[in-house]
């Protein structure tokens, strides 16, 4: 079955105090790999699309990485505004985004 | 930027009651799709919709009704509301040959 599986379901950390959320998954024929930020009462902004294995994508204190079957987003230096909840989806096959599968996020608060 | 409104941020409903939700859109995307998140789940899709007047059941659909009589406009309709349909539901829109799905704020649905 596919599914995407994220980890640590929740993150705290001191400011500053670098680390990394992980994102594995198992689908059929891996279309791109997402990466997605949530505020409390916000829909999810996009951050990154990754489409094959070895590739980087990096924005501001964020970087995504991906292998054949995880993603990782690093978190370098971070600040309190970087609290958020983060979502790992995957794309499946080659039609539409009817085949996304999220992940159930990781919660990351940073602390001051 | 593309934006994505829906017509309430709070709901609150009665079990067996008729509950519409409204998604509007301002970028002319063909794609528009219903989620609902809950803790722990993640996002699961429940319909979709490429083209006015055209759906298809996304992973959850038991329960609810889509329309889409506008290109701008995606509807979710929940007929008889029950409990278990409490939930936040998120409205998205993708642009054709796109990747990146955008997010409405939510709706945050409490069925009594």
């Known amino acids: 079955e596919d599914q995407v599986t994220q980890s640590p379901e929740a993150l705290r950390l001191q400011e500053g105090e670098s680390s990394s959320l992980n994102c594995s998954y198992t689908?059929?024929?891996?279309?791109?790999l997402f990466w997605y930020r949530q505020d409390p009462g916000k829909g999810p902004e996009f951050l990154f699309t990754l489409y094959s294995a070895g590739e980087e994508k990096e924005k501001e204190r964020l970087k995504a990485t991906l292998t054949k079957k995880e993603s990782f987003l690093h978190i370098t230096a971070p600040k309190p505004e970087d609290s958020a909840t983060y979502l790992c989806a995957a794309g499946e096959g080659y039609s539409s985004a009817s085949k996304i599968i999220f992940g159930s996020g990781t919660r990351l608060s940073i602390r001051p | 930027d593309v934006k994505v409104t829906q017509s309430s941020r709070y709901l609150v409903k009665r079990t067996g009651e008729k509950v519409f939700l409204e998604c509007v859109q301002d970028m002319d995307h063909e794609n528009m799709f219903w989620y609902r998140q809950d803790p722990g789940l993640g996002l699961r899709l429940i319909y979709f919709s490429y083209d006015v007047k055209m759906k298809e059941k996304g992973d959850i659909p038991e329960g609810y009704s889509v329309s889409r009589e506008k290109k701008e406009r995606f509807s979710l309709i929940l007929e008889s509301a029950s409990t278990n349909q409490t939930s936040m539901y998120l409205c998205?829109?993708?642009?054709?040959?796109?990747?990146?799905?955008?997010f409405g704020s939510g709706t945050q649905l409490s069925v009594l």
């Open positions: 998205a829109t993708l642009g054709q040959g796109d990747e990146k799905l955008f």
């Open positions: 689908v059929s024929g891996l279309r791109g």
